[in-house]
């Protein structure tokens, strides 16, 4: 069985740092690009960053450049968004999914296959 379980999310201060695992169960994440997404009360779910199979590829969403970095350990069939500068726009359930590709191709939803449950992300003095 496929599946994707995300940890790492929690309450943290503005301007605090967080980071986000994905972790694969049931398939070899290493073929695949990776990308994490975030949902907002009442907002439709938006692409944050992705990363190819092979890590050599990276793409971010304008709103979270140079504040999140993502990465990969294919050893250890995880992928990680490290979250810094973290501001209360930033709240929102994390998620990460596996795309049908091997790059990066956007963030269209129905092209990333496997989802994972979810973790919540707070940003709040």
């Known amino acids: 069985q496929l599946q994707l379980v995300e940890s790492g999310g929690g309450l943290v201060q503005p301007g605090g740092s967080l980071r986000l695992s994905c972790a694969a169960s049931?398939?070899?994440?290493?073929?695949?690009?990776i990308g994490w997404f975030r949902q907002a009360p009442g907002k439709e779910r938006e692409g944050v960053s992705c990363?190819?199979?092979?890590?050599?590829?990276?793409v971010y969403a304008d709103s979270v450049k140079g504040r999140f970095t993502i990465s990969r350990d294919n050893t250890k069939n995880t992928v990680y968004l490290q979250m810094n500068s973290l501001k209360p726009e930033d709240t929102a359930v994390y998620y990460c999914a596996a795309s049908g590709k091997y790059y990066c191709a956007g963030y269209v939803l129905h092209e990333y296959t496997s989802w994972g449950q979810g973790t919540q992300v707070t940003v709040s003095s």
């Open positions: 990363i190819s199979s092979s890590g050599g590829s990276t």
């Open positions: 049931g398939f070899t994440l290493s073929y695949y690009a």
